[in-house]
Protein backbone atom coordinates (compact mmCIF):
# COMPACT_ATOMS: atom_id res chain seq x y z
CA UNK A 1 0.00 0.00 0.00
CA UNK A 2 0.92 3.68 -0.98
CA UNK A 3 0.39 7.03 0.36
CA UNK A 4 1.01 9.64 -2.13
CA UNK A 5 0.43 13.37 -1.61
CA UNK A 6 -1.49 15.05 -5.22
CA UNK A 7 -1.60 18.16 -6.27
CA UNK A 8 -2.79 20.42 -9.43
CA UNK A 9 0.13 22.53 -10.70
CA UNK A 10 -0.79 25.83 -8.83
CA UNK A 11 -1.56 24.18 -5.45
CA UNK A 12 -4.91 24.93 -5.46
CA UNK A 13 -6.33 21.80 -5.55
CA UNK A 14 -4.70 19.12 -2.87
CA UNK A 15 -5.88 15.15 -2.23
CA UNK A 16 -4.19 12.17 -0.98
CA UNK A 17 -4.36 8.67 -2.53
CA UNK A 18 -3.42 5.39 -0.30
CA UNK A 19 -3.42 2.65 -2.64
CA UNK A 20 -2.59 -0.46 -4.14
CA UNK A 21 -0.67 0.95 -8.06
CA UNK A 22 -0.38 -2.51 -9.82
CA UNK A 23 -0.35 -0.63 -13.60
CA UNK A 24 -0.39 2.58 -15.63
CA UNK A 25 -2.62 3.20 -18.23
CA UNK A 26 -2.68 5.63 -21.34
CA UNK A 27 -5.48 5.39 -22.61
CA UNK A 28 -6.20 6.50 -26.92
CA UNK A 29 -9.81 8.06 -26.66
CA UNK A 30 -9.96 11.06 -28.22
CA UNK A 31 -10.37 12.89 -25.03
CA UNK A 32 -7.21 11.17 -23.46
CA UNK A 33 -4.86 11.29 -26.34
CA UNK A 34 -5.06 15.24 -26.23
CA UNK A 35 -4.17 15.56 -22.42
CA UNK A 36 -1.97 12.46 -22.77
CA UNK A 37 -1.73 11.82 -18.79
CA UNK A 38 -0.48 8.45 -17.46
CA UNK A 39 -2.98 7.00 -15.11
CA UNK A 40 -4.20 4.48 -12.33
CA UNK A 41 -7.03 3.31 -11.09
CA UNK A 42 -8.19 3.34 -7.59
CA UNK A 43 -11.13 3.24 -5.51
CA UNK A 44 -13.45 6.00 -4.44
CA UNK A 45 -12.05 5.14 -0.89
CA UNK A 46 -8.49 5.40 -1.77
CA UNK A 47 -9.21 8.51 -2.96
CA UNK A 48 -9.13 11.98 -0.56
CA UNK A 49 -9.71 15.57 -1.73
CA UNK A 50 -7.84 17.44 0.72
CA UNK A 51 -8.13 21.00 -0.27
CA UNK A 52 -9.68 23.16 -3.68
CA UNK A 53 -12.44 21.24 -4.00
CA UNK A 54 -14.24 24.20 -5.54
CA UNK A 55 -11.50 24.76 -8.07
CA UNK A 56 -12.66 21.53 -9.78
CA UNK A 57 -14.13 21.91 -13.05
CA UNK A 58 -16.23 19.00 -14.61
CA UNK A 59 -15.59 18.08 -18.25
CA UNK A 60 -18.20 15.27 -19.66
CA UNK A 61 -18.54 14.44 -22.98
CA UNK A 62 -19.48 10.91 -24.97
CA UNK A 63 -21.99 9.09 -22.84
CA UNK A 64 -21.78 11.55 -20.14
CA UNK A 65 -21.19 9.21 -17.54
CA UNK A 66 -17.57 9.91 -16.90
CA UNK A 67 -16.80 12.99 -14.75
CA UNK A 68 -13.58 14.41 -15.65
CA UNK A 69 -12.16 16.76 -13.16
CA UNK A 70 -9.64 19.67 -13.58
CA UNK A 71 -8.06 23.04 -12.19
CA UNK A 72 -9.99 25.41 -12.87
CA UNK A 73 -6.68 27.96 -12.71
CA UNK A 74 -3.72 25.92 -13.97
CA UNK A 75 -6.26 23.44 -16.57
CA UNK A 76 -4.47 20.59 -15.00
CA UNK A 77 -6.50 17.08 -15.26
CA UNK A 78 -6.33 15.60 -11.29
CA UNK A 79 -8.52 12.65 -12.09
CA UNK A 80 -11.62 11.51 -13.25
CA UNK A 81 -14.57 9.10 -12.04
CA UNK A 82 -14.47 6.09 -14.27
CA UNK A 83 -17.20 5.26 -17.00
CA UNK A 84 -17.10 1.28 -16.57
CA UNK A 85 -16.14 1.40 -13.20
CA UNK A 86 -18.25 4.53 -11.54
CA UNK A 87 -17.07 3.84 -8.48
CA UNK A 88 -13.05 4.41 -8.77
CA UNK A 89 -11.27 7.00 -10.28
CA UNK A 90 -8.22 7.20 -12.91
CA UNK A 91 -5.77 9.54 -11.24
CA UNK A 92 -3.25 11.31 -13.06
CA UNK A 93 0.33 10.15 -11.85
CA UNK A 94 2.18 12.88 -12.48
CA UNK A 95 0.22 14.59 -9.96
CA UNK A 96 1.36 13.02 -7.37
CA UNK A 97 4.36 13.75 -4.85
CA UNK A 98 7.96 11.24 -5.43
CA UNK A 99 6.17 8.82 -7.62
CA UNK A 100 8.08 6.89 -10.09
CA UNK A 101 6.04 5.56 -13.03
CA UNK A 102 8.85 3.48 -14.10
CA UNK A 103 8.45 1.28 -11.25
CA UNK A 104 4.93 0.12 -12.37
CA UNK A 105 3.88 -1.89 -15.34
CA UNK A 106 2.31 -0.07 -18.19
CA UNK A 107 -0.66 -1.13 -20.18
CA UNK A 108 -2.60 0.83 -23.73
CA UNK A 109 -5.80 0.74 -22.38
CA UNK A 110 -8.53 0.49 -25.42
CA UNK A 111 -10.46 3.65 -24.80
CA UNK A 112 -11.42 3.93 -28.74
CA UNK A 113 -12.90 0.79 -28.88
CA UNK A 114 -15.22 2.26 -26.07
CA UNK A 115 -16.23 5.13 -27.79
CA UNK A 116 -19.67 5.41 -28.49
CA UNK A 117 -19.50 9.12 -30.74
CA UNK A 118 -20.17 8.89 -34.12
CA UNK A 119 -17.16 8.82 -36.73
CA UNK A 120 -15.15 7.60 -33.46
CA UNK A 121 -14.03 4.35 -32.12
CA UNK A 122 -12.55 1.39 -34.09
CA UNK A 123 -14.64 -1.15 -36.67
CA UNK A 124 -14.80 -3.44 -34.18
CA UNK A 125 -16.82 -1.75 -31.82
CA UNK A 126 -20.15 -3.43 -31.81
CA UNK A 127 -21.52 -0.95 -29.65
CA UNK A 128 -24.57 1.96 -30.26
CA UNK A 129 -23.09 5.39 -32.02
CA UNK A 130 -24.24 8.38 -30.64
CA UNK A 131 -24.33 11.94 -32.29
ZN1 LIG B 1 -4.43 24.42 -10.27
Known amino acids: M ?3 SG ?3 CGA ?3 RVEAEI ?3 TRCDCSLCRRR ?3 MARVHERQLTIEAGEEHLTLYQWNTRVARHWFCRTCGIYTFHRKRAAPDHYGVNVGCLEAF ?3 AYPF ?3 DGLTMSVRSGEGRAGWSGPRED
Open 2 to 4: GVW
Open 22 to 24: DEL
Open 100 to 102: DPT
Open 107 to 109: RAA
Open 36 to 38: GAL
Open 13 to 15: VRF
Open 7 to 9: SCH
